[in-house]
Antibody
Framework: QVQLQESGPGLVKPSETLSLTCTVS????????WSWIRQSPGKGLEWIGY???????NYNPYLESRVTILLDTSKNQFSLKLTSVTAADTALYYC???????????????WGQGTLVTVSS | DIQMTQSPSSLSASVGDSVTISCRAS??????LNWYQQKPGQAPQVLIY???SLESGVPSRFSGSASGTEFTLTISSLQKEDFATYYC?????????FGQGTKVEVK
């Protein structure tokens, strides 16, 4: 059974870069889409972006100028970098696998447990 | 972006009740609609994908339907473990977007 686990600093200073890693266990990182999603009281659930096992990425346009998602197949990990953070980026950050059928039907499953990142000086 | 609007934002119900949650898309998304359940302190879990397909392992009391841009999640006989927050999510086009959630509380 595939499991995902987020890791990274829980506190980031304003204007700095948020960096998180998602480690995938129990299965290969190949043949799926891998997403980052965040949840905050103010914005609810917000999809940040995905990376395909080929390295192709797709980002939420609202965050695209600040987001980078990378893949490390040797470690079965993918990562998120979000630059120039502000208090508005304070949220619970989830990584998730995205199943995509040949008809384009897709859904997020499973999710990691989430990691809280607070932006504060 | 496609906006997803859920209603109600919260509801109170009792064990055994039938519960219906609605989700409206701001444009056509065909049946590219997923439903998730989130319990306190946990990540969301998919219940239904493609509007009406039940995820493996999800009890059959959960069902989904679609009519145009209106989608419905029905819990036919609410169980204690079903008190949670439910989210719809469109998977038709990026950026994928979620509804604001419906909290099902104990009456």
């Amino acid at each position: 059974q595939v499991q995902l686990q987020e890791s990274g600093p829980g506190l980031v200073k304003p204007s700095e870069t948020l960096s998180l890693t998602c480690t995938v266990s129990g299965g290969s990182i190949s043949n799926y889409y891998w997403s980052w999603i965040r949840q905050s009281p103010g914005k609810g659930l917000e999809w940040i972006g995905y990376i395909l096992y080929t390295g192709t990425t797709n980002y939420n346009p609202y965050l695209e100028s600040r987001v980078t998602i990378l893949l490390d197949t040797s470690k079965n990990q993918f990562s998120l970098k979000l630059t120039s953070v502000t208090a508005a980026d304070t949220a619970l950050y989830y990584c998730a696998r995205q199943t995509m059928t040949h008809h384009g039907v897709n859904w997020f499953d499973p999710w990691g447990q989430g990691t809280l990142v607070t932006v504060s000086s | 972006d496609i906006q997803m609007t859920q209603s109600p934002s919260s509801l109170s119900a009792s064990v055994g009740d039938s519960v219906t949650i609605s989700c409206r898309a701001s444009q056509t998304i065909y049946t590219y609609l997923n439903w998730y359940q989130q319990k306190p302190g946990q990540a969301p879990q998919v219940l239904i994908y493609a509007a009406s397909s039940l995820e493996s392992g999800v009890p059959s009391r959960f069902s989904g339907s679609a009519s145009g841009t209106e989608f419905t999640l029905t819990i036919s006989s609410l169980q204690k473990e079903d008190f949670a927050t439910y989210y719809c999510q469109q998977s038709y086009s990026t950026p994928w977007t979620f509804g604001q959630g419906t909290k099902v509380e104990v009456k």
